[in-house]
């Protein structure tokens, strides 16, 4: 008998949580603008409760957590044990006002109840999953976001209609295809997926990292 592959989240963690540490340095100071932007354009509200999924190191933890202040809650999931030891020790280190909950899950299970935030917000993440999980991780944050709620994502992208692939995206997609493990994601038509999960697009923001397109989506779900 053939064994079954090997989970891919069993990968994925244990490759986050090797690097947690030296994530920051590695990944974070590129990727920290189109984080920070992906946040604003998102527009979380005093009072508002905010889901994260993949939270990493925890930067965007503090950030939602000052927006939406002392009214407000941030909940947060990752794959990674190390990225939530990590991401802990930066919110013990600078305790916000807001309630924040971290915890270790997949973003394909999400275990909070229906209608539970008035917005989520995930970047460089949702790239992470197969195309075939995608529709099963924006379905599940449809189902915790209130009617009216907004997703915010951020992710490298597909180039716009008419534009062309640079060397360097090139280069990245044919070595996440032959090396998955050390170029662990692609880019996706991220307005694309928003919408096919049934959010209707409400703001769009384009950005570069190396050349390489990224963009900013909120959507609103529609109920």
Known sequence: MTPAPPDRRDSDRTFYDRIADAYDWLADANERPARRAGVKLLGPKSGEAVLELGFGTGNEVLELAGLVGAGGRVAGIDVSPGMLAVAQRKVAANPPAAKVDLSVCDARELAFPPASFDAAYTSFTLELFAAADIPVVLAGVRRVLKPGGRLGVVSM?????????????KTYVWMHRHFP?????????VRGVVEAAGFAVSAVEEMTIWTMPVRAVVGVNLG
């Not at 493990?181 to 038509?189: A, T, W």
Request: charged share 25%.
């Open 181 to 189: 493990h050390i170029v662990d994601c692609r880019p996706i038509d």
């Open 157 to 169: 992208a597909t180039p716009n209609p008419g534009q062309p692939d640079t060397f360097l995206e």
